[in-house]
């Protein structure tokens, strides 16, 4: 696992909270999965030429 993007207790304290168990290999899934949608987000950014990440680039 490397650097997560996420707070891990929070995720698990949410997933807990739901009635659910967190396997140790969901959070590294997740701060891929995050990663990404950042990525994407900055893609649309710079294409409309802005140097600030909105809501609506997500």
Same mark, same amino acid.
């Given at each position: 696992?490397?650097?997560?993007?996420?707070?891990?207790?929070?995720?698990? @304290?949410?997933?807990?909270?739901?009635?659910?168990?967190?396997? &140790?290999? &969901?959070?590294?899934?997740? &701060?891929?999965?995050?990663?990404?949608?950042?990525? @994407?987000?900055?893609?649309?950014?710079?294409?409309?030429?802005?140097?600030?990440?909105?809501?609506?680039?997500?």
């Amino acid at each position: 696992m490397g650097d997560l993007l996420i707070v891990a207790s929070k995720v698990k @304290e949410f997933i807990k909270a739901k009635g659910c168990h967190t396997a &140790s290999d &969901s959070l590294d899934a997740l &701060s891929k999965k995050v990663e990404s949608l950042l990525g @994407e987000a900055a893609k649309r950014c710079k294409e409309n030429r802005r140097s600030t990440v909105k809501p609506a680039d997500l």
